[in-house]
């Protein structure tokens, strides 16, 4: 739904926890001026479900998240 008037931060937070609702997406965009509007998507809070990411990755996958990694490695001097 477009709202063209201005919502606080804090006000559309209390409404969400009441609700048991969670902004899981915003994005800024500008019409008139730099950022004067934001897009939310607001969905029903659900329990943490952790998904490891090796198991859906294929070979070709892992293969290039370990070149990432070394490149990264290569060129940023982290330890």
Same mark, same amino acid.
């Given at each position: 739904?477009? /709202?063209?008037?201005? /919502? @606080?931060?804090?006000?559309? +937070?209390? +409404?969400?926890?009441?609700?048991?609702? %969670?902004? %899981?997406?915003? #994005?800024?965009? %500008?019409?008139?001026?730099? +950022?004067?509007?934001?897009?939310?998507?607001?969905?029903?809070?659900?329990?943490? &479900? &952790?998904?490891? /990411?090796?198991?859906?990755? +294929?070979?070709?996958?892992?293969?290039?998240? #370990?070149?990432?990694?070394?490149?990264? #490695?290569?060129? @940023?001097?982290? %330890?």
């Amino acid at each position: 739904q477009i /709202i063209d008037q201005p /919502i @606080h931060l804090d006000f559309l +937070n209390l +409404n969400l926890q009441k609700n048991d609702l %969670s902004i %899981s997406y915003f #994005k800024k965009y %500008s019409i008139w001026v730099k +950022n004067d509007y934001i897009f939310y998507v607001v969905e029903k809070k659900k329990e943490f &479900e &952790e998904i490891r /990411i090796q198991q859906e990755r +294929n070979f070709f996958e892992k293969v290039l998240n #370990k070149l990432f990694r070394y490149k990264l #490695k290569l060129f @940023h001097k982290y %330890s």
